[in-house]
């Protein structure tokens, strides 16, 4: 009997990958798994048992065995998160909503910063395909453009990684899961706004090698033209990963000087990408003399700490709490145990809170 049931736990261990890969989460019931091998209850309970206790499925009482996705090797149950940062902006909140949810179903998460990089990024992940994961969570290094590191993404998806991206994804690579903001019609929540308060000439800063600033400059413009408002090139200003780091490095704020002189005369208000280039701006803006709201309004996307100075207060987008990481982590659970899964957008609100603060 000892040799019976544990060579069926042996050989629904090895089959659990294909019912994963397949979308299935539950095994079949002791009745079927009798007929399927033609052994006794007894024989199936206690193959169960010793796959409940590796931690492999968990049994639920009156309706059956469901996968969990671990590994019966705890140092295989991790989850790596690739991101922009782990210490600055919205990361840490984001990864730690994360390792909360993982654990919770008993994985473990550990983070990889790639600074958008994708050179960085191909090291993390050639360091991964001889230290396999479970899974990844990912942000797309410079998501805007081509990405020279698909070969490994494909590799590691062929040997059975899951992935999910956060916040933007790489169109090459098909059918992969995503949690990404709905950017354009934050974009259109932010030009309603300014609209409904008179402003007509609405200038804008976007990042340009993120999928999100392509996005929101799109939902931009669509929104300025229902809103029966001119597009003017002039007045939209663009700013790339590099400007960013010499921005929060060495406080290069150049092309944020450039972009007052040049780009904001005769603008009332200003669409910025996220708080932390709006941040920034707000600086320039107050060094040189300008009123805000009065002379000119500013809002944003994210809503962060960033938007809530005593100095700054500004009209922005936010989420419900927690909501990215967790969604996240929540799909990427779901794929790791064989249940359904598919891309989500997340809805932005309008943070009235602020607004009032900043005049708006």
């Known amino acids: 009997m000892a040799i019976k049931y544990k060579w069926l ?25 009798c007929d399927q091998y033609m052994v006794s209850r007894q024989t199936v309970r206690q193959a169960l048992s010793l796959l409940e206790s590796k931690g492999l499925i968990t049994k639920k009482r ?25 210490t600055d902006y919205i990361y840490p909140g984001i990864l730690e909503d994360i390792s909360h949810s993982l654990s919770d179903s008993g994985f473990s998460c550990k983070a990889y910063v790639t600074e958008n990089r994708v050179d960085k990024e191909r090291r993390i992940l050639s360091a991964l395909l001889k ?62 706004h300014l609209a409904s308060q008179g402003h007509t000439s ?12 392509i996005e929101r400059y799109q939902g931009f413009t669509e929104a300025i033209q229902s809103a029966g408002l001119s597009i003017d090139d ?28 040049h780009s904001l005369n005769g603008c009332t208000a200003v669409v910025c990408y996220n708080d932390q280039i709006a941040y920034y701006l707000l600086q320039e803006l107050r060094l040189r003399g300008f009123l805000i709201p009065e002379d000119l309004a500013v809002v944003s996307f994210d809503n962060t700490y960033l938007s809530r100075s005593d100095i700054f207060s500004l009209t922005t987008l936010s989420h419900h709490p927690h909501e990215m990481g967790t969604l ?3 799909m990427m659970l779901h794929k790791l145990k064989g249940l359904p899964a598919g891309p989500q957008e997340v809805p932005w609100f309008l943070n009235t809170r602020s607004s009032t603060n900043a005049g708006l």
């Not at 410079?142 to 698909?150: D, I, R, T």
């Not at 494909?154 to 995503?178: E, Q, S």
């Not at 790339?240 to 000087?257: G, I, K, M, N, P």
Request: with cysteine.
């Open 202 to 213: 609405i200038g804008a800063v976007f990042k340009s090698d993120d999928m999100q600033g």
């Open 328 to 330: 996240a982590a929540e």
């Open 234 to 261: 002039s007045i939209i200003r663009w700013y790339d990963s590099y400007d960013l780091e010499r921005l929060v490095q060495a406080h290069d704020t150049r092309f944020l000087q450039d972009m007052i002189r």
């Open 62 to 86: 009156g309706s059956g065995s469901y996968i969990t996705g671990l590994s019966s090797d705890l140092s295989r149950n991790v989850v790596a998160v690739l991101v922009s940062s782990d």
């Open 9 to 33: 736990a042996l050989r629904l261990e090895e089959l659990i990958p294909s019912y994963i890969k397949k979308g299935i989460n539950q095994l079949p019931t002791e009745q079927a798994l």
């Open 131 to 192: 230290e396999p994961v479970k899974g990844i969570i990912v942000e797309g290094c410079k998501s805007a453009l081509p990405n020279p590191n698909l070969d490994l993404y494909r590799r590691l998806m062929r040997r059975g990684t899951a992935v999910v991206f956060l916040h933007n994804y790489y169109p090459d690579l098909p059918n992969c899961l995503y949690v990404k903001d709905d950017n354009l019609h934050g974009s259109s929540l932010l030009i309603q």
